[in-house]
T-cell receptor, first 110, second 112 residues
Framework: DTAVSQTPKYLVTQMGNDKSIKCEQN?????MYWYKQDSKKFLKIMFS???????INETVPNRFSPKSPDKAHLNLHINSLELGDSAVYFC?????????FGQGTRLTVV | AQSVTQLGSHVSVSEGALVLLRCNYS??????LFWYVQYPNQGLQLLLK??????LVKGINGFEAEFKKSETSFHLTKPSAHMSDAAEYFC??????????FGKGTRLHILP
């Protein structure tokens, strides 16, 4: 069983489109995150949720909107996609310890 | 603000040689520190973590790291490099508000 799973793994879309990435964890963790990894491999935290409540929003454009329907899911919706949004997006979860990461979603905006 | 600095964006070692990847942290309180590894086109996998217990932490795949408060360092080592160790390595710190902040990563190259 995959602990943190993201879908889709790859996403190619045109500028201006709206897209969503889904994330689910079966570890029973209270905290979930979204990270963005750019082409230089730098990992930047975007959001953190604890038990469905937004805890951290790291100066991310408001075109990015996370949604947590329950504590096992944290989805990321992106409006009006721009070329600069191309990156790998990682979902993670933790419970007062290390973070467990999904396999990532490679988003390419053309 | 808590942060980590990884010295050297690329490190090359010969197969069988010692691996040393450097990480320094800034923290006013005892930190939670981690090393993660990322293989190409994959997610991040935890190698080891420091949580204020033993200062020498052993992880998976023969890696270990030593927490040195006086030097604010948490360097990652492995006595003998293997070709399969070629990957990107990230040092990370958990902040008081539960963020996990990553260093910029070090790409480890293994020379045959």
């Amino acid at each position: 069983d995959t602990a943190v799973s993201q879908t889709p793994k790859y996403l190619v879309t045109q500028m201006g489109n709206d897209k969503s990435i889904k994330c689910e964890q079966n570890l029973g963790h209270d905290t979930m995150y979204w990270y963005k990894q750019d082409s230089k491999k730098f990992l930047k935290i975007m959001f953190s949720y604890n038990n469905k409540e937004l805890i951290i929003n790291e100066t991310v454009p408001n075109r990015f909107s996370p949604k947590s329907p329950d504590k096992a899911h944290l989805n990321l919706h992106i409006n009006s996609l721009e070329l600069g949004d191309s990156a790998v997006y990682f979902c993670a979860s933790s419970n007062d310890g290390e973070a467990f990461f999904g396999q990532g979603t490679r988003l390419t905006v053309v | 603000a808590q942060s980590v600095t990884q010295l050297g964006s690329h490190v090359s070692v010969s197969e069988g040689a010692l691996v040393l990847l450097r990480c320094n942290y800034s923290s006013s309180v005892p930190p939670y520190l981690f090393w993660y590894v990322q293989y190409p086109n994959q997610g991040l996998q935890l190698l080891l973590k420091y949580t204020s217990a033993a200062t020498l932490v052993k992880g998976i795949n023969g890696f270990e790291a030593e927490f040195k408060k006086s030097e604010t360092s948490f360097h990652l080592t492995k006595p003998s490099a293997h070709m399969s160790d070629a990957a990107e390595y990230f040092c990370a710190v958990r902040t008081r508000d539960d963020k996990i902040i990553f260093g910029k990563g070090t790409r480890l190259h293994i020379l045959p």
